[in-house]
């Protein structure tokens, strides 16, 4: 492959770019396999897509890959039943750090009703951007 604007030595060394970094790229397919997986709704393709990815993390032979798939392998129920009822957590623990955050802005309250108040009052939206006082 010739590339105009590189020098030769330059060149050469973009080409051998895939050879050295092979772990990098294979990292990152199965990255966006398990993306995929997650996408499925089906729990047996879920089941049987997992089992392949775990089994081809252990055949890379590479430290990193092997340990995130004997980690996810001790949570495959959870993994397969996530396509079966794809909830999450996130809103919650965006509220927690809603929480926190206006802990952190406060320095502390002296007054705990105020902070319950305060509590209730970031949820709404609508409210909270109307406030000159409040970010």
């Known amino acids: 492959m010739k590339h105009e604007k590189l020098s030769e030595d330059r060149s050469a060394h973009l080409c051998t770019i895939p ?3 092979h772990d990098l790229a294979v990292c990152y397919a199965m990255k966006e396999e398990m993306c995929r997986l997650f996408g499925l709704t089906d729990p047996v393709l879920a089941e049987k897509g997992r ?3 775990f089994q081809a993390a252990e055949e890379s032979n590479i430290p990193a890959l092997v340990r995130v798939a004997n980690l996810k392998k001790s949570r495959t129920k959870g993994l397969i039943s996530h396509a079966k009822y794809p ?3 996130g809103k919650l623990e965006s509220f927690n750090n809603k929480i926190k955050v206006a802990k952190r802005i406060g320095c502390g309250y002296r007054n ?3 902070f319950f108040k305060l509590i209730r009052y970031l ?3 609508s409210v909270r951007n109307s406030s000159p006082n409040f970010p």
Do not use: A, R
Request: net charge negative; no cysteine; glycine share 0%.
């Open 51 to 53: 089992n392949d990815w």
């Open 112 to 114: 705990e009703d105020y």
């Open 19 to 21: 050879e050295t970094h």
């Open 87 to 89: 909830i999450s957590t």
């Open 123 to 125: 949820p709404l939206p």
